[in-house]
């Protein structure tokens, strides 16, 4: 099964700047894992695999904007599961954002 | 001023007194402020500072403008709205300024300038020059906010800033006990942890050693002082005000005079007679006399002047 | 040849905008320091003076008390004395307690000594309503824009946040320089090491040809989001970002008004007075009647209440329906 990890719906952010991968393509993640840190304007979210799986492409790398709702990368539950050209239409991999 | 001895002292004094008679005795003398009886605070404050030094005052300027060192020419005919004048004529006496004289300016907003001389100051301590900023306000400016939100950041700041409270006991129509809670106005020092003192304003060694005193604590780096001198002003409130004092109070009063307070220390001491008295006076009849024509040589701005220096 | 630093484009928030601008201003001036709440360690009430404590230390940046009248008064005296300070008041509100220092003294310091003493401070200033009540949401710029000697500048952009500040801190004389909290999450593309945006100059941040809409700060966003539905309707709106307010920009706002022969005027404060009415004003004084219409807030505190917020604030559906009605030749009557 395929996921896509999106930016958070954080209360008053339109848009963010991806700060930090901290797992890179192809790297198997466990629940709980630091995947990426995201810099809205007023703090830094850090964004946590609800579950395992393994991370396959990512979409906005570290400099880069994207808005809220918008995939920032897709995981798969099998490490060789076939990844999909549109990430959109993917379900959501449950997350724990944290604001610090 | 660079004389700083006591006949010289005593010649300010006279000087001050004597411009603002010959001011207020003018038809065209404006909306003025008069600080007759307060000569000594003037000067007891000037003769301690040193060039570098700047004074920022409220509205009774020209008897403090006088004493450091603002040329009286240029001063009257600022006083007169000349385009001659320290300010172009545009600020007359609530605003004159010659900071080149270490007279940073007047300012009429009763206790507008507070905040400002703090701001002197921080420039001043930023700067590691070893000047210092003075404020001079009344008793009138006591109660302002203004006021104690400046003792409290010069303090927190130890900000080289001395706060000279001219304590004249009337503002306009109401005396000092009925505006203000303190009876002793320099405690608020103790509130914020700095050194002050109160002394009798009609002397004027008593104001010279309380201002020396206060300003070897600013200059050591050390933060702010606050000295308090009671003084009694000889006349109303202003050149529009009407008198409050009854005609034998206003006696009374006018017997504290520190001029002659002076005139009488230093012939006890020897310092002068009636010939070396009579000199004073006639020098100083001969800057005020100066100082008049200077101005009335001086054009009124033009029209066009309005709109200059705006931005 | 001189080698001019090459300009960047480089995206990021607003409030970084300021911090970068401040920053590159502080490193070429010593003169410069910050005087506010929170300015310090905390980097600034919405970090808009991120790391410029860790960079220029306690002397150049520094936490004041609760005392706006102090303050204000403490960087105008020591702007006067030499330096360039930035007063950051974080609710435009409290301005008001600064209006002596600033406008008594600072605003009024060249003229009225003559020429001899100027006071070059930047009171930066947020405006703006978000929930925050009624003593906590005022956009009061109309107020200080008739001050003599006074400028007033408010950036819609982080582009323009960047430039005005550093317009800002090369000025001689006293700046209010507004921004809004409902600007702050906003992101764009700014010109690092690009040219100061100068004073009195007002940006055509959509071209048209129906009608302009003069604005500035958040409402520019509001005009633009506006100008998205009446262009449905077949309606072409000219949105003037007005950017410097005092001075107003009336070369670019009557040649557009010129050409589209109809003006809205929008803004988040009160219209009574406000800053439309100075346009629109000036406008018929340049090109005789046009017809106009003013858009601002609805005359009543701002609640911090959601619905009644929303109820008195502009938003895009009531400018469009405003431009609309502009757009019928009855007599139009602004909400007061």
């Known amino acids: ?100 | 001023m660079t004389d700083q001895s006591p006949t010289a002292k005593l010649r300010m004094m006279k000087l001050i007194r004597a411009f603002e008679e010959a001011l207020a005795a003018r038809p065209d003398h404006g909306f003025q402020l008069i600080s007759s009886g307060e000569e000594a605070v003037a000067v007891g404050l000037c003769s301690s500072l040193r060039p570098q030094d700047q004074l920022l005052t409220g509205g009774r300027s020209i008897g403090p403008a006088i004493a450091r060192g603002v040329d009286p020419s240029r001063l009257m005919a600022e006083l007169l709205g000349r385009s001659s004048g320290t300010n172009k004529g545009k600020g007359g006496r609530g605003h004159i300024s010659d900071p080149a004289s270490g007279f940073f300016g007047a300012h009429a907003v009763v206790g507008g300038n507070i905040t400002i001389a703090a701001g002197v100051a921080l420039a001043l301590q930023m700067s590691g020059k070893e000047a210092v900023a003075v404020i001079l306000f009344g008793d009138g400016a006591f109660g302002a906010g203004a006021l104690h939100e400046t003792l409290n950041i010069a303090a927190s700041m130890k900000l080289p800033l001395l706060f000279v409270c001219n304590n004249n006991q009337l503002s306009v129509s109401t005396p000092r006990s009925m505006a203000l809670a303190p009876a002793r106005l320099s405690d608020i020092g103790i509130a914020f942890g700095i050194p002050s003192e109160t002394v009798d304003g009609m002397d004027l060694d008593a104001v010279s050693a309380a201002i020396s005193g206060a300003l070897e604590h600013v200059r050591a780096k050390k933060g702010p002082a606050f000295v308090e001198c009671i003084s009694y002003r000889f006349a109303s409130h202003s050149t529009t005000a009407r008198e409050t004092r009854s005609r034998e109070q206003l006696t009374e009063i006018r017997a504290r005079c520190p001029i002659v307070k002076q005139s009488g220390k230093l012939r006890e001491a020897g310092a002068l007679d009636d010939a070396s008295e009579q000199e004073l006076d006639r020098l100083v009849a001969g800057a005020v006399e100066a100082a008049l024509k200077f101005a009335d040589a001086s054009p009124m701005p033009r029209e066009e002047e309005a709109l200059q220096d705006v931005i | 040849m001189s080698s001019k630093p090459a300009v960047a484009m480089k995206k990021m928030f607003f409030r970084e905008a300021i911090a970068l601008a401040v920053r590159e201003e502080m490193r070429a001036n010593p003169d410069i320091l910050i005087l506010g709440q929170d300015v310090g360690p905390f980097g600034g009430s919405y970090r808009e003076f991120d790391g410029l404590f860790e960079e220029f230390g306690a002397q150049r940046v520094r936490d004041m008390p609760v005392a706006e009248a102090a303050m204000v008064g403490v960087g105008v005296g020591a702007a006067a004395a030499g330096l360039r300070p930035i007063v950051s008041i974080t609710y435009m509100d409290f301005m008001m307690l600064g209006f002596d220092p600033l406008i008594n003294y600072g605003a009024k310091l060249r003229y009225k000594t003559g020429g001899q003493l100027t006071a070059p401070v930047v009171v930066k200033t947020t405006a703006g309503a978000k929930g925050q009540g009624v003593a906590h949401s005022q956009c009061i710029e109309a107020w200080l824009m008739s001050v003599p000697g006074l400028r007033v500048v408010a950036a819609a952009t982080p582009a323009d946040a960047y430039g005005l500040m550093k317009t800002a801190l090369r000025s001689d004389g006293p700046v209010v320089y507004v921004d809004h909290k409902r600007l702050f999450p906003v992101a764009g593309e700014v010109p690092v090491g690009g040219d100061a945006v100068p004073f009195g100059s007002a940006k055509i941040c959509r071209p048209g040809s129906d009608l302009t809409i003069t604005t500035h700060s958040f409402m520019v966003r509001t005009a633009l989001e506006a100008a998205k539905l009446l262009e449905k309707d077949g309606v072409s709106a000219e949105v003037i970002d007005l950017r410097s307010l005092a001075p107003l920009d009336m070369k670019t706002i009557v040649e557009s008004v010129g050409r589209t022969g109809r003006l809205l005027t929008l803004e988040e404060g009160q219209i009574t007075t406000g800053v439309g009415a100075e346009v629109v004003t000036r406008v018929i004084e340049h090109l005789g009647p046009v017809q106009f219409t003013r858009v601002g807030a609805l005359p009543a505190p701002i609640s911090s209440n959601r619905i009644l917020e929303a109820a008195c604030l502009p938003d895009a559906n009531r400018v469009a329906a405003a431009a609309r009605l502009l757009q019928s030749p009855k007599k139009l009557v602004s909400s007061y």
């Open chain 1, 1 to 100: 099964m395929l996921y896509k990890i999106s930016v958070p719906q954080v209360a008053d952010v339109e848009e963010i700047r991806v700060l930090e991968w901290h797992r890179e393509a192809g790297e198997a993640v466990e629940k709980g894992d630091l995947l990426v840190e995201l810099e809205t304007h007023k703090a830094i979210v850090e964004v946590r695999a609800g579950q395992k799986g393994y991370l396959r492409k990512i979409l906005a790398e570290s400099g880069n904007w994207q808005a809220i709702g918008l995939p920032l990368a897709v995981l798969s539950e099998g490490e060789n599961d076939p990844v999909p050209e549109d990430a959109q239409a993917l379900t959501d991999l449950p997350v724990d954002f944290e604001i610090t």
